[in-house]
């Protein structure tokens, strides 16, 4: 079972740029794409009774996005096009991991309870 944090999008992705090992990191950032659509396949089966999972449904469904038009670009070897995307997901998998905060997290959070959105 792979791990999808950070480190191991990271390793994924610098195995893109060596022709040698780029289709091992398309392998990689495709099971992750896997892994990724069971999540939110799950989130959004679940949340009708389990409470309010919008936003997390919400963050699963831009990194399936992200996922799938990068990996077709990547196909196409198009890694300059794929980039954007790769960039915006890794910032995605480091807020939702909680290994960096964003000053909107922060501002929601120390938000009092009448000032919340």
Known sequence: MIMINIDTFNAARAKLGNPAT??????????ML?????HLWRSEVIAPCC?????????LSEETQ???????LL???DLDGAKPML???AQLISYGMG???TP???QRLTNSPGQAH
């Open 51 to 59: 409470g309010k999972l919008g936003g997390f449904a919400c963050q």
């Open 34 to 38: 896997d892994i990724k659509q069971a």
């Open 99 to 101: 290994q960096k905060e």
């Open 22 to 31: 780029r289709r091992e990191g398309i392998e990689e950032l495709r099971k």
């Open 104 to 106: 909107d997290l922060i």
């Open 75 to 77: 196909e196409n070897d």
């Open 87 to 89: 960039d915006r997901l």
């Open 66 to 72: 992200l996922l799938e038009k990068a990996l077709s």
